[in-house]
């Protein structure tokens, strides 16, 4: 049983969100993770997911114990986390916590990440955990093992349900090593019920201005890598029962909304798999940006989107006051907006 770390508590207020909608008690893994991510939009009616990308030089002054005491910097980073994720509960479906940002501070860091995860989905958000990982053979099957909890911890006692791992729904991958690196975290995860229900996100095309000099060059069959990235996505997102009742699969993609030009081919040759959109926002990606990746402009859950907003969001700009209502008014905002990209 872990210890409520300071400024943690205080994050644990009641079900019922002001201002906002009323999310799920927790957020169950027995659905395939296609289904219950696009339920998840579905029921917030925005694709919007929340970045949690925390920068110690950048916390609120007020990110500190219950009674206003200095702690320590995992423990800022975790009053911060937690300050978010109640000012985001009940207005965007998703969270997605940047695993760097945590793991710089170490064990504690880590810790720091594994709480923060549990919150957020004890509060009914989809966790996306953005650690970009890309290995083969038993380093990939150790990593999906962190990311989606497989097995007991250590020391739990015979029979019970503690994890050795930091159980998010879901993790983002980079492929470049061939699907072979992606394919552990699907066995991990599970691809129905039960324990599974867990997802991936594989980058095709990021929205890194650095990623052209690879991303963008011609093979000699014409297509572009990042083509070609996304039919092996496509590929491996259909096989097996990946793809559930929504029509959406377990595999999904991360595609940048800066790179708005590729973003209708890439859509056409990956049909079923969620767009993971970073790059919206402060690093200048928009509405329009956006609209040529949806597969549909009808319902929520034709789009086939999950839109994040770091630095917009968590640091508003607003100075004094309750810095996590203007946390909350940002993420409604941005919620807000994305509720447009179905209009033409």
Known sequence: MTTERPGVGEARIGRQERGGRTPPADVSSAAP???RLCDAIERMGTPACVGLDPVLERLPAAATDAKGKPIGAADRIEAFCAGVIEAVAGVVPMVKPQSACFERFGQAGVGVLKRTIQLARQRGLIVILDAKRGDIGTTAEHYAAAAFGAGSSANAAPGAAARSGLDADAITLSGYMGM????????????????????????VRTSNPGSDSIQAQRLADGRTVAELMADEVAALGRAGERVGASGWSCVGAVVGATKSGEGAALRKRMPEQMF???GFGAQGGTIEDIRPMLRGTGSVREWGVVVNASRSVLYPGETGGDWKRHVRDAA??????LRGLGAK
Not at 185 to 193: D, H, N, P, R, T
Not at 332 to 337: I, L, N, S, T
């Open 180 to 203: 072979e690196t992606v394919e552990p975290f699907l066995s991990a995860g599970g691809v129905g019920g039960g324990e599974g229900g867990r997802g991936v996100f594989v980058l």
């Open 33 to 35: 993770f296609g289904d």
């Open 276 to 278: 993971l959109v970073p």
């Open 332 to 337: 409604a905002r941005f919620a807000e907006e």
